[in-house]
């Protein structure tokens, strides 16, 4: 019997995007082993405990028992410092799929808190292809007078006086805005 056919007609099973208790399995798979450290570009660049999968992992863990906050910073650098590129998975003996984790967590944190406006304003553009366009031109143009990229946080900030009212366009409480 198909999916389909199980749930009726136009239904179908949430998935980890919609709930994010569909990806315990695979926080639950991850035995702590460190063979993640090897493969992962982000930790080959910051070289920090931290950004590996297990310590990912570990946050994530603790979101679910309720020890840590969805707000809490060490939840935003374990979501966003990662390029879900899915290396840590083909070295992982237990077959965490770290990629089901990531973006379990990016689809809860915008279900909590909404988008950005900034990143609102880009997915809403998307949707237009004559004004994605003109953005795209403006953009270019003015990159370099309201921003400032910092490699090392893969984020950009605003440069003064833009960074008054970077609040307001999504940016965090530092001041970045992660890619
Ligand atoms: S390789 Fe897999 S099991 Fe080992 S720490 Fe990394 S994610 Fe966990
Ligand atoms: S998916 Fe994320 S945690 Fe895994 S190797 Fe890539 S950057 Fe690292």
């Given at each position: 019997?198909?999916?389909?056919?199980?749930?009726?007609?136009?239904?179908?099973?949430?998935?980890?995007?919609?709930?994010?208790?569909?990806?315990?399995?695979?926080?639950?798979?991850?035995?702590?082993?460190?063979?993640?450290?090897?493969?992962?570009?982000?930790?080959?660049?910051?070289?920090?405990?931290?950004?590996?999968?297990?310590?990912?992992?570990?946050?994530?863990?603790?979101?679910?028992?309720?020890?840590?906050?969805?707000?809490?910073?060490?939840?935003?650098?374990m979501i966003f410092n990662c390029l879900v590129c899915k290396s840590c998975m083909t070295n992982c003996p237990t077959k965490v799929s770290y990629d089901k984790i990531a973006l379990g967590?990016?689809?809860?944190?915008?279900?909590?808190?909404?988008?950005?406006?900034?990143?609102?304003?880009?997915?809403?553009?998307?949707?237009?292809?004559?004004?994605?366009?003109?953005?795209?031109?403006?953009?270019?143009?003015?990159?370099?007078?309201?921003?400032?990229?910092?490699?090392?946080?893969?984020?950009?900030?605003?440069?003064?006086?833009?960074?008054?009212?970077?609040?307001?366009?999504?940016?965090?409480?530092?001041?970045?805005?992660?890619?």
């Amino acid at each position: 019997m198909s999916r389909e056919t199980t749930l009726g007609a136009g239904c179908t099973a949430p998935t980890y995007h919609d709930d994010l208790r569909l990806v315990q399995d695979e926080i639950d798979k991850c035995m702590k082993c460190g063979n993640c450290m090897a493969v992962c570009p982000v930790y080959s660049v910051d070289k920090d405990e931290m950004a590996v999968t297990r310590s990912k992992i570990a946050v994530a863990e603790a979101v679910m028992k309720g020890d840590l906050s969805m707000d809490d910073p060490e939840v935003s650098d374990m979501i966003f410092n990662c390029l879900v590129c899915k290396s840590c998975m083909t070295n992982c003996p237990t077959k965490v799929s770290y990629d089901k984790i990531a973006l379990g967590f990016r689809a809860a944190l915008v279900r909590k808190n909404g988008l950005p406006w900034l990143k609102k304003m880009i997915f809403t553009s998307l949707k237009n292809p004559k004004f994605f366009d003109v953005a795209m031109k403006a953009g270019a143009s003015l990159q370099g007078i309201a921003f400032k990229g910092d490699r090392k946080l893969k984020a950009i900030s605003p440069r003064s006086p833009f960074a008054m009212v970077g609040g307001s366009f999504g940016f965090d409480g530092a001041g970045r805005c992660p890619s």
